[in-house]
């Protein structure tokens, strides 16, 4: 194990969505219909979304494709109403589900990771978070993805579809793992507070798996180069 300032606070960004997923794998099957409770919309029109609609139909393993793969927040908050009722309960749920599993110095504040100041959490609780997601292979099924197509019904009964790309760029080959280090699949994020975030779950030759964590790196060429030295240095041992 290699570990650097795993115990300092910091914005989770969108790696915030593993919780967000975790609970909706303990409670809710993929097969699952939600239907959209309003038009989910955001203050910052920039904020990555599937622009659902009051109405729309759509199955829990298409809103989990948004949340993990494009890292739509509007799936996130979709997600958070079906699973807890409104989206505070949800936070509530997260806040809870952490002190379990003894990520005691995180606090959610929403199901996306949109930055709010009183939303945090540190590498070793992202860690631990991840670590119990990993229970659940629905989640690297879609995890493992460089890119996915759904449908989804809007209020008249119309097919919607939508073709979206990984945001884990190991994926989309836009930077390559060390030789012989194979990705299992996990999380991105990304805002200015938090800099650039990403957990993966990988594999080496012999089998052996990794859980790595890197936040706050000054932009994606800086994470995804020191996520490889560091994937290197710890597949030479």
């Given at each position: 194990m290699v570990s650097q300032h795993v115990f300092d606070k910091a914005y989770p960004a969108s790696t915030t969505k593993t919780m967000t997923a975790l609970l909706?794998?303990?409670?809710?099957?993929?097969?699952?219909?939600?239907?959209?409770?309003?038009?989910?919309?955001?203050?910052?029109?920039?904020?990555?979304?599937?622009?659902?609609k009051k109405g729309d139909k759509i199955t829990v393993e298409s809103l989990l494709n948004g949340l993990?793969?494009?890292?739509?927040?509007?799936?996130?908050?979709?997600?958070?109403?079906?699973?807890g009722g409104s989206v505070k309960n949800f936070v509530s749920m997260m806040n809870e589900r952490a002190k379990e599993l003894g990520a005691t110095h995180t606090h959610f504040a929403n199901p996306n990771g949109l930055h709010l100041n009183n939303?945090?959490?540190?590498?070793?609780?992202l860690y631990l978070i991840f670590k119990e997601l990993t229970k659940h292979n629905e989640y690297f099924n879609i995890a493992?993805?460089?890119?996915?197509?759904?449908?989804?019904?809007?209020?008249?009964?119309?097919?919607?579809?939508?073709d979206m790309a990984a945001t884990n760029e190991y994926?989309?080959?836009?930077?390559?793992?060390?030789?012989?280090?194979?990705?299992?699949?996990?999380?991105?994020?990304?805002?200015?507070q938090a800099g650039s975030c990403l957990i993966i779950l990988t594999k080496n030759k012999n089998g052996e798996e990794f859980i790595s964590v890197m936040l706050k790196a000054q932009g994606k060429p800086a994470l995804y180069n020191s996520m490889t030295d560091m994937l290197t240095n710890e597949n030479k041992k």
């Open positions: 909706t794998l303990e409670h809710l099957k993929l097969n699952d219909v939600v239907t959209i409770k309003h038009d989910i919309t955001f203050k910052d029109s920039a904020a990555v979304a599937l622009h659902l993990i793969i494009m890292s739509a927040n509007d799936a996130a908050v979709a997600l958070a109403e079906a699973v939303h945090y959490t540190t590498a070793y609780d493992g993805k460089a890119n996915s197509y759904i449908e989804y019904k809007d209020a008249k009964g119309k097919m919607k579809t939508y994926l989309t080959g836009d930077f390559n793992l060390p030789h012989q280090v194979f990705m299992i699949g996990g999380k991105t994020g990304t805002t200015t």
